[in-house]
């Protein structure tokens, strides 16, 4: 049994490739090559100079003993808040690009929420010298100037999505237009777990490195490479994906994944997509997503922007269905306060996103001698106003 991808994309019954046929040969010259192209030495070379020169890889691994001793167990943060940019979002950026130019492409287009994985496309674009275009809804680009402007400032440019509810779903249309329309020499960088085969495998390789290094850091400090629990927050699933890759066929890790209950799971404004979604199509693969009775993708909310999807990715959807892991939902409230006990135990300023993992310890409880890893996704910075705002600072 594994939960890894199997050669179409699928996850047991999720993942696939749904795509209009316009899209098909792009997707496809992907597929075709994406594996063989990831294992060549000089790809892999410059990826691994890469995340270590430009990144800061790799990240540490840190035990946080105030963390610990309140909540009676071992816990390490795999501090991916360290990473360039502020996120590990950036792992698979730099992939991407080097993916991107590998198959010829000159021309790069990404779709973009809050704004953090526009940020992270935009970079690796400065980086590499090659044109960036982001598709942000309207609204959302209303929302999230601060980062509208870092993409600016790298050179990138910000294409308002004027249509529907003018959020990430209808950024995402726009690109996928783009992309028909660009086939020869365009690469589309989706930023999480999901999308057609083979971004989903494809991400997950790319953000692998985090429970890569895990094992030898763990080997270092505890004498084994595996934990006894990875613990990740899930939007779209892909620092999730990146903690548990190396342990998902390992019966004795437990897998533990967070999901934002907004006001509630019950309380119609939550993003808690596994307790709340049923199977359907979203983003060209088949997964578990919020929606009406007759099949309308519903808005997610979260107080995280990064949370605020209405789906999950086809290898958590899986991880959900066949109980290999524990799903827990969080709501704004508990998130919040957890990233400030983070802040004044440990000094850590969480991204909202890593709040809600961390806030799993005040009710699920560990063994004293458990070692619990948790994928510190993201630093506080972007959130500060929303810190500001929640605390009254
Ligand atoms: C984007 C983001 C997430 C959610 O995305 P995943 O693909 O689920 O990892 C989580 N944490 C931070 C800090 C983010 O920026």
Sequence with gaps: MTYQADEKGYYGEFGGAYIPEMLYPNVEELKQQYIQIMQEESFQKEFKDLLKDYVGRPTPLYFASRLSEKYNTKIYLKREDLCHTGAHKVNNTIGQILMAKRLGKNRIIAETGAGQHGVATATVCALMG?????????????????????MKLLGATVIPAKSGSRTLKDATNEAIRDWINHPVNTH???????GPHPYPDMV???????????????????????????VACVGGGSNAAGIYYHYLDNPDVG???????????????????S?????????????????????????????????????IGPMHANLYRTGRAEFISITDEDAMKAGQELARLEGIIPAIETSHALAIFEDRKFKKDDIVVLNLSGRGDKDLSTYIDYFNL
Excluded: W
């Design 130 to 150: 090659i044109e960036c275009i982001v598709y942000m809804g309207e609204i959302d680009i209303d929302r999230q100037a601060p980062n509208v402007a870092r």
């Design 188 to 194: 589309y960088i989706i930023g999480s777990v999901v």
């Design 204 to 230: 997950a390789r790319f953000q692998s490195v985090i429970s890569e290094e895990i094992k030898s850091q763990l080997l270092e400090k505890e004498g084994r490479e595996a934990p006894d629990y990875v």
């Design 255 to 273: 897998i533990i994944a967070v999901e934002a209950a907004g006001k509630g799971v019950l309380s119609g404004e939550s993003a808690a997509t």
């Design 275 to 311: 307790a709340l979604g049923k199977e359907g199509i979203i983003h060209g693969s088949k997964t578990l997503l919020m929606q009406t009775q007759d099949g309308q993708i519903t808005e997610p909310y979260s107080i995280s922007a990064g949370l605020d999807y209405p789906g």
